[in-house]
């Protein structure tokens, strides 16, 4: 089986810790941007917001975003920010995510940046249908990669949450991309992401039975060599200076159900998706 012959050639990739930040045939030695998957995603562009098109499975997914992200600030030692919340949507795509986050009571601002123009006008168009995505400063739409982007040079110019949502599996190599995105979250905030595990079940549902049966999603959608695996990235993180202070980490496995939806499973992150959260060490004074 090519399965056979691919899991051969895996090697834990986010202990690839190569000075090079080359992710792809992209022009710039800095981008993880793959012209291959801005291709693809360019095709998806017209049906980001159709719930029964091809970002189906996204628009399902939403809610148990924002339960996880809750449920990441609900662990801390004090559970609730004494200020609204600041977001970086990185790969945000169409929106989906983004434009959630923006309507909630407790975020100040919405950051959404995406490599591909013609997504992104996508999202700024859906956007404009919204009179409260108007107010300055709530909701803002950037066409670039996370290492176009200045490095903060101070915590007001941090984020409590960066966000990573389905976005690994499609990176070629995670770790220095993930290094890229450190800088951007503040002490004591949270990176959060969703992603696939690299297993039998993984490949046999998301590429055999939602690509090539099912049609839940377009076929080259995912590449299973480029899945993480939640051991990989825990490790990833626990070795990182400044991060995951007292095992600041949580995970959650998901699993779409036909006819119900997508469903947290417990230590479901051993199998297929997942979410992922990790905390920036707090200052000392604040927990």
């Known amino acids: 089986m090519a399965i056979r012959g691919a899991s051969l ?72 920010p004494s200020h609204k919340l600041r977001y970086l949507d990185v790969g945000c795509g169409g929106g989906i995510f983004a434009e959630s986050a923006a309507r909630l009571g407790n975020t100040a ?12 006008k996508i999202a700024q168009e859906h956007a404009r249908q919204d009179p409260m995505l108007h107010q300055s400063g709530r909701l803002q739409y950037l066409n670039k990669s996370v290492e176009g982007l200045p490095i903060p040079q101070n915590v007001e110019e941090q984020f409590d949450v960066l966000t990573l949502f389905e976005v690994i599996e499609h990176i070629n190599q995670p770790a220095p991309f993930l290094q890229s995105c450190l800088p951007f979250v503040k002490p004591g905030g949270w990176l959060v992401m969703s992603t696939i595990a690299r297993t039998w079940t993984s490949w046999l549902t998301t590429k055999f039975v939602a690509e090539e049966i099912v049609r839940l999603v377009p076929r080259g959608t995912h590449e299973w060599s480029k899945y993480v695996n939640e051991s990989e990235m825990r490790k990833f993180f626990q ?37 992922f959260g990790v905390r920036k060490n707090p200052k000392p004074s604040e927990d």
Not at 25 to 45: I, K
Not at 109 to 120: H, K, M, N, W
Request: charged content about 15%; hydrophobic content about 35%.
């Open 109 to 120: 601002s919405v950051t959404g940046i995406d490599p591909s123009a013609e997504v992104l």
């Open 239 to 275: 070795d990182q200076k400044g991060w995951a202070n007292k095992g600041a980490i949580r995970a959650a496995g998901c699993m779409y159900v036909p006819g119900l939806g997508w469903r947290m499973v417990s230590r479901g992150e051993q199998w297929g998706n997942y979410f």
């Open 9 to 80: 050639r895996i090697l834990p990739l986010l202990s690839k810790t190569s000075s090079s930040r080359y992710y792809s045939s992209s022009p710039s030695p800095t981008s993880s941007v793959n012209p291959t998957e801005v291709s693809h995603f360019n095709a998806l562009a017209s049906t980001w917001w159709d719930p029964h098109g091809s970002s189906r499975l996204l628009h399902l997914m939403n809610p148990l975003r924002h339960d996880f992200i809750m449920s990441c600030l609900a662990s801390q030692k004090s559970p609730t």
